[in-house]
Every structure is written in C-alpha cells, then in structure tokens.
C-alpha cells in the first residue's frame, strides 16, 4: 500500500441541476487546470454519484489543489471535498477510474460525511479532513473550517482575483483583467480576507518544497 492522501468531492445540490453532465464536465475542466498549477499523484476522475476523486502525494498539496477548486469553478457549482491521508492500494483499473481501498479512503469518506453534518449548522462548510492523527486532523478541520467561512463570504469579483493570484497573476495583471486600479485590488483582497488566504498557501507551498527534499 502507498501512503498519500485521497480527496473525494461531491456536487453540492446535483438533484437540482437542470445539466448535470454539464456541471461534471466543468468540474473536471476546472481541476484540469489545477492540476497545472499544482500537479496530484493522479488526476481527478468522475465515478458514481456525481463524485470526483483524485489523489495527491501529501496534504499541503490537497490543501492547495481545494481552495483553487473552490474559487475557480463557476458560481452556480459547488463542491464538497473529503480530505483522507493514509494508505490507498490500487485492486483494479475500471472503466471510469482505478478501483481502490486503504485507510486514505476511509477517512476521506469520513471527512467528507463530518462535513454534511456540518452544514446544517454553518452552511459554509465545505471541506472535511481526516487521517490517524487526531492533533494534525483537529489543526486542519479548523483552518479548514475557517478557510471555507472567508471563501463562501467573498463576492464574485474577489474570488476571481483570488483565482487569479494563485494561479500566479501580479496584482497588476489582475487589476488590467477587472478593469479596475491596482489600489482597488490590494483593497479588495485586504478585505476579503484573500490576502490571508495566499500567505497561508504560500507557506504550504513552502512545507511541501520542504517535504519533497527530505524525502528525495
């Protein structure tokens, strides 16, 4: 069994949908282009249920590859996403995607399940995480907790500069985009509590650079 992390994310109000394969189809377009800016072990995979899976090399990448899937997909689709770290061994290829079991994917279905149960208390709630280590899963589900609070809270246009920052624009590009001033930008994201949201993934990115050269 490998160790890594298993994310499973699930179409917030699906049954609702008047597309459904439409919204798959700009879900898996969307972490497509994640994928770019922050690479997982497997890419994502549509399985049952409108369910997506992926799987990362660590949890600072599932972190990272989350929050641009959130502000990047488009404001009439949602996600839920269950973060499991443990162990995940491949049985089989199947048409749709690899079949696997193992302790990562047990505690992403967790993960995901506190989350529900999360929601009908703070609506907010979108990102549940899980492993053996109740000191690391109780650190995460609470920035987690937070994180999801400042991104369901910021509208349209600061999410799009959210967007656009992590995926490596300069405030500057990102103001020519908007059609505003630079000001404005650094404005919007002080007070959207963007600017908080991209320390904290830098300093993930950081941890993780770190991780790759103590294991290489």
Not at 79 to 87: N, S
Request: glycine residues 6%; contains cysteine; proline residues 2%.
């Amino acid at each position: 069994m490998a160790h890594a992390v298993g994310i499973i994310a699930d179409i917030v109000g699906s049954r609702a949908m008047a597309d459904r394969a439409a919204a798959q189809r700009a879900i898996l377009a969307t972490f497509e282009q994640v994928e770019r800016a922050v690479p997982p072990r497997r890419s994502a995979w549509a399985t049952v249920g409108d369910e997506f899976q992926l799987i990362c090399d660590n949890w600072q990448d599932a972190l990272r590859i989350t929050l641009r899937t959130q502000v990047l997909l488009p404001d009439d689709i949602q996600l839920r996403y269950g973060i499991g770290l443990g162990q995940i061994n491949t049985v089989d290829e199947g048409e749709a995607g690899p079949i696997q079991d193992g302790t990562a994917w047990l505690h992403a279905r967790d993960a995901i399940q506190d989350v529900e149960a999360r929601q009908e208390r703070l609506d907010d709630s979108r990102t549940g995480f899980r492993t053996d280590d109740d000191d690391l899963t109780g650190a995460l589900t609470t920035q987690l907790l937070l994180r999801d609070h400042v991104v369901a809270r910021m509208k349209a246009r600061e999410r799009r500069l959210l967007a656009a920052l992590l995926f490596g624009a300069t405030q500057k590009e990102a103001a020519q985009a908007e059609k505003i001033s630079q000001a404005a930008v650094s404005q919007a994201l002080h007070r959207s509590g963007a600017m908080a949201l991209l320390d904290a993934d830098d300093a993930l990115s950081i941890t993780d650079a770190n991780a790759h050269k103590e294991g290489a």
